[in-house]
């Protein structure tokens, strides 16, 4: 698959996750085995941000309250991450825009350059293919968290 849609930079990516205050995670699960609930856990303990749950499924999620769609929100979210499979991708950015979100984050594997396209026509900064944990983290001294840095430069294997 050739990709011609280009993302933000890193430090266009720096920027909007300092300027974000509230993050809704659209397909966030209650399953400790799914990538949403770790990334969810990370953002709660460790970020500035108010996240909110979105799964129409779940009445709480780590014990806060989930929401049974974005429009259901208490706020207008900054960021809309999202934990869907891609055929859901095109009903999540119109559930974004008609919200006035900010942002359309797609995780890791999640990538539609239409959705992107239109997303940007609507006025949203759009990331995709991208963790918001292993972004925010990676900003701000955080990857050790969970493993992702070992805090050693080698392409050697450690002796045991």
């Keep these: 698959m050739s990709r ?19 993050v809704a995670m659209v397909g966030a699960s209650s399953n400790p085995a799914r990538a949403s609930y770790f990334v969810g856990t990370y953002l709660l303990s460790t970020s500035p941000y108010d996240v909110y749950f979105v799964n129409p499924a779940a009445d709480t999620i780590l014990g806060e309250k989930a929401y049974a769609s974005l429009a259901d929100l208490p706020v ?6 999202v934990f869907r ?3 859901d991708l095109p009903q999540v950015l ?4 008609a919200v ?12 539609d350059e239409e959705v992107a396209r239109r997303g940007e026509a609507a006025g949203l900064e759009v990331v995709m293919d991208r963790c918001m944990k292993i972004e925010h ?16 430069i080698s392409s050697r294997r450690s002796l045991r």
């Design 4 to 22: 011609s849609w280009e993302g933000p930079s890193a430090a266009e990516r720096l920027a909007l996750l300092r300027r974000t205050k509230t």
């Design 76 to 81: 207008v979210p900054d960021v809309v991450d």
């Design 85 to 87: 499979k891609p055929a």
């Design 94 to 97: 119109d559930e974004a825009i």
């Design 100 to 111: 006035g979100a900010k942002a359309i984050w797609l995780q890791l594997g999640l990538w």
């Design 137 to 152: 983290a990676r900003f701000h001294g955080g990857l050790h968290l969970a493993g992702f840095d070992t805090g050693v």
